[in-house]
C-alpha cells in the first residue's frame, strides 16, 4: 500500500512539472488576446510565435510585474529581464499582445522558455484558438452560445417532431411526418 502511494505522488509530481501556456480572452474587435501561464517553476524568460495574426505589441500581465523587457516583431514576441528577475511559480496572465488582422486560427509555435540560470524549460502548449461560426442570435432555436462569426444558419420555427428548423409537418391525420 505504501508503495501505492509513493509511486502516485511522484507520478503527480513528474506529471504536473512544467510549464503551460495557452491563448485565452481573445478579444478580435479590439485585437487583443491573453498568453495564459501557468508554471510549477521560476520562468527567466521566454520567446513565442503566433500564427494567423500580425502582433503589434505585448505588454502587462506577470511579465510586467516581474520587470521583464518584451519585445515584439509581426510574429514573435521575446520576454527577458535585464537584472536576473525571473516570473515566480503560479498561473496568471503572462502578457496581452495587440494584434492586427482577420484570423480562422490563432495558435502558439515555436515556444522557448527557459530558467534563472538559462536552461530550456519543457513547456505544454494550449490548443489554437479558432474561429467558430454559428447562428448568433439569441432568439433563434438554434443559437450557438460560442459561436464568433454568424453564418446566416439561425432558425426560428421548431416543426413537429420538435427539430429546430426541420421539415416535418402534420399529416392530414394528425400525425406528425406521416403519409
Given at each position: ?16 512539472w ?20 501557468q ?16 502582433i ?124
Amino acid at each position: 500500500m505504501k508503495n501505492r502511494i509513493l509511486f502516485s505522488l511522484i507520478f503527480l509530481a513528474t506529471t504536473l512539472w512544467g510549464v503551460n501556456l495557452s491563448i485565452e480572452n481573445v478579444d478580435l474587435d479590439a485585437g487583443t488576446l491573453e498568453i495564459y501561464m501557468q508554471n510549477d517553476e521560476p520562468v527567466g524568460g521566454f520567446q513565442f510565435g503566433l500564427t494567423g495574426i500580425d502582433i503589434t505589441g505585448a505588454s502587462g500581465g506577470s511579465a510586467a510585474d516581474n520587470g521583464f523587457m518584451v519585445s515584439t516583431s509581426a510574429t514573435t514576441v521575446l520576454g527577458f529581464s535585464l537584472t536576473g528577475g525571473t516570473i515566480p511559480a503560479g498561473e496568471g496572465t503572462l502578457l496581452e499582445v495587440t494584434f492586427t488582422g482577420s484570423p480562422d486560427e490563432i495558435c502558439l509555435e515555436s515556444v522557448v522558455l527557459s530558467d534563472p540560470a538559462g536552461s530550456a524549460l519543457d513547456a505544454t502548449i494550449g490548443d489554437c484558438y479558432a474561429i467558430s461560426s454559428g447562428c448568433t442570435d439569441s432568439s433563434a432555436c438554434n443559437y450557438n452560445a460560442d459561436a464568433v462569426e454568424d453564418d446566416g444558419s439561425c432558425a426560428y420555427e421548431v416543426d413537429c417532431a420538435g427539430e429546430c428548423g426541420g421539415s416535418a409537418v402534420e399529416d392530414e391525420c394528425g400525425e406528425c411526418d406521416g403519409n
